[in-house]
């Protein structure tokens, strides 16, 4: 009761002054479970993102084993993966399409959206702005269990007989709405799509939630150009998200009548399995841009927030402030509108028309204006810094290594001509796996070092996280660079095996070192899980501050308890990155700090705001009165 | 088991951290921070040193010989990119990684507050989208011809993609038409659909290996039979999706036979080879169609005129002509004459549409 009472009283108006009652006394099943607390639930959405990332790691070191070792025996796997295993111990090439398809569904929703967007934009949102919580602590609470039934839903398509949904993580039909294409467009693909459809409805819940809670909850003095990166970076994110992920529910409904009441949207002319289908009039190509109006946006949903927090690190960790902090909001306010008018590079070679192609290669090198922006912004924040190697910091500067690397494939890509060629090979997969997958895993994983202290008040032990950092950053290029190669020399990619074809007989070697380099990186995974679960129990304790960092959340105590502050929430004075301020003794300036306390290091601009806080402190002391 | 030692020896090595001093602590931090420091400017060079290493060495390894008029032009556009970007990738890089190494923390020492510099932000703007524009204009360019109009008198063949084979359909020498076709008219025979109601398609005929002349233009018609398959010639720098409902086309001029690509690769068994990029079910990846370049337009004239007429090899489907068009079809097809008589004998029975 305490918990939903409280909810009611935190309205903005009068957030300021209601410290004294977040003594929290609900049970077990309201504070852990069916919990309306931001920090709770990105905790929930932390761990399930945890257990699907393993999940979806385990599923491509599978098919990098095929892939890798296209010779081995893999009977050993028999009592895991039973009548998948053909007679000879190798790997069902159905199965194996079965594996890619759900490592992508799993790798792009359930980890990099649901895992990266909801842990952090929860918990940072109200944390980072000073605000008790979410504007709706029971839309929020919904948008997890929506989530969690959706997991539920699509884990369990994992062990039905016929499969999961097989089509790969695009499911294009006619092949994906078919079942008698393939086993795994019957049932698997009917809960791919029950679960998609709650995963939808979870992730507009919750980006809802985030907009509202940026838009009117901010603390005093929290104006929109004080707020951190992270925050712009998570509001983008949640816009991007509300404007496609309804395209994607529709294009997702269509196919439910296509597959199940006989319409005819995406399929025409059809004739398999010895007879010729009554449907005629649609296009497959419709599906295509309808999934890629939300495909090519959720590139920048996965993006966006590992930017974000990759900005809040270095500049921390380089006791610097990030450099162009208004062309880094600029940066993220473009690549997000831009990214609704890029889609069709995803289909330069489907059979839309050619003219399309040219217009969305223009715009498509476009957007690599903005995401250079970024990269040098990153580099030039890091010039005379004075630089930590925290393990957060070296995830995030493996993010900014992978988002270059893989970033600069993406301008062979978008240019319609030299896609021809490279178009669904494998250099494609290097490309995204490196700018989108491994980037977005970095901020996530960067996220979760940087924030542990504020999670669960102890430390992580770094020397592990050293450890983890060079085996997964190593791992990681060993694993997407060799790709590159095998993709410029055509071999395609969701290929069971290439022996059926001269042209891509060779690089054996180099898918031996890929799947090598697979297995290392996954394994070095559970170096990460031990020093998260240890951490949580037997870590040193926190400061309240360990990073000396500027923004509101380290202003709380060690563990925040609900409602964040104990006494007032802060009231905010100055930008978040006042590192290493000329003049200042410490080299850093909490938000919080007036500038009246900082005489010794203020600009000749923020003198003359001075006087402004003054006058709104007046204004404050006297709204209490009344 | 194994967990569980691990777990307490990470145990112990923390409780002899604790009884360390702060000090200590600070120094070892601090060391660490310069191993990764180091760490990281080794893998810069290492890294840098590999890609270059490995891209030179094993250049032949990862490129295809290109044999199509277009694939030379975007091939000449992928190493224009391929040099601008390296050169833009490997500065980036250096300077990133020597900045975390110079720049790494030394107790004392204060971080520079330099929070914004518009001209050197405008430059790094305009720059990159000077370049790009470059390298978008010359690939629009490449773009528009390569999938502008064919010409009329390229040689038109239709690539049917179906799980998990291909097929060929090559207009007769004597119409050079492709005739109709409707799905509805697809069985076990008549594997295209053939609509045998239009007499460009009595001379049409099917081939399990694409053939191709050495520099004229061929235009493919792509379709598919049931669900998206993708036709792929890695050595024509050719790729277009199989939609079933709808043609997709795409047009080339093959440049080297295969007899030449042989001699240039020092290969006598290359052979050209055609596969499928769309996941198209359990056998994607065995979609392998065999590609053959004639050495000339005669021989490959020459080839087309020595296949027979599909009507010619089913002739049971004659019964699907209409009556008036029945001699045109057995002379174009060149049925020979004593197999006519028994089929046109045979009852009508079988009448669509």
Known sequence: MATIDLHQTTSTEHHDDHGHDHAHHGNFWTNYVFSEDHKVIAKQFLISGMAWALIGGTLSVLFRLQLGFPNADLSWLKPVLGGWLTPEGKIDPEFYLALVTMHGTIMVFFVLTAGLSGTFSNFLIPLQIGARDMASGFMNMLSYWFFFLSSCIMFTSLFISTGPASGGWVIYPPLSALPQAMQGSGLGMTLWLVAMVFFIVSSLLGSINYISTVINMRTKGMSFTKMPLTIWAFFFTAIIGILSFPVLFAAALLLVFDRSFGTSFYLSDIYIGGEALPNQGGSPILFQHLFWFLGHPEVYIVLLPALGISSEIIATNSRKPIFGYKAMVGSMLFIAILSFVVWAHHMFVTGMNPFLGSIFTLLTLIIAVPSAVKIFNYVTTLWKGNIKFTAAMLFSIGLVSFFLTGGITGIFLGNSAIDIQLHDTYFVVAHFHLVMGSASFFGMVAGVYHWFPKMFGRMMDEKLGYIHFWLTFVGVYLVFFPMHYIGIAGFPRRYYSWTNFETFSGFADLNMLVSIAAIMTLAAQFIFLFNFIYSIFRGKQASANPWKSTTLEWTTPRIPGHGNWLGEIPTVYRWPYDYSKPGAKDDYIPQHIPYSETPESNLPHENELIKLEMEENAIVVEGHKH | ?353
């Open chain 2, 1 to 353: 088991m194994l967990l569980g030692i691990l777990y307490l020896i990470f145990r112990i090595g923390n409780l002899v951290g604790l009884v360390k001093g702060k000090e200590e602590e600070e120094e070892e931090d601090s060391s660490w921070n310069t191993i990764n420091a180091y760490l990281l400017l080794f893998f810069m060079i290492g890294g840098l040193g590999w890609f270059f290493w490995y891209s030179y060495v094993h250049f032949e390894g990862y490129t295809l010989p290109v044999a199509s008029e277009h694939g030379e032009v975007t091939d000449y556009l992928f190493w224009l990119t391929m040099a601008v970007t390296v050169v833009a990738f490997a500065l980036i890089f250096i300077v990133m990684f020597w900045f975390t190494f110079k720049y790494r923390y030394q107790k004392g020492r204060k971080a520079v507050f330099f929070a914004d510099d518009h001209k050197l932000e405008i430059a790094w703007t305009v720059v990159p989208a000077i370049v790009l524009a470059l390298l978008i204009f010359s690939g629009l360019k490449a773009w528009n011809d390569i999938t502008g109009p064919a010409s009329k008198d390229a040689y038109v063949i239709e690539m049917v993609g179906q799980q998990f084979l291909w097929t060929a359909r090559y207009p007769g020498v004597k119409d050079k038409m492709l005739g109709k076709q409707n799905y509805k008219m697809i069985d076990a025979s008549n594997e295209f659909g053939l609509d045998l109601s239009d007499k460009n398609s009595f001379d049409d005929f099917k081939s399990l290996e694409l053939h191709l002349p050495k520099g004229t233009e061929v235009q493919l018609m792509i379709r598919a039979k049931d669900v998206l398959h993708s036709v792929f010639l890695p050595h024509f720098r050719l790729k277009m999706d199989a939609v079933p409902g709808m043609y997709t086309t795409f047009k080339f001029i093959p440049t080297k036979s295969t007899a030449d690509m042989r001699e240039e690769t020092g290969n006598p068994n290359f052979n050209y080879e055609m596969a499928c990029t769309e996941v198209c079910g359990r056998g994607h990846f065995s979609m392998r169609f065999p590609v053959f370049v004639h050495d000339t337009i005669e021989d490959y004239e020459k080839w087309m005129a020595s296949q027979e007429a599909w009507l010619k090899q089913n002739p049971d489907y004659l019964k699907r002509v209409p009556a008036n068009l029945r001699e045109a079809a057995i002379i174009k097809s060149g049925i020979p004459v004593d197999s006519q008589e028994a089929i046109m004998a045979a009852p009508v029975t079988v009448t669509l549409n």
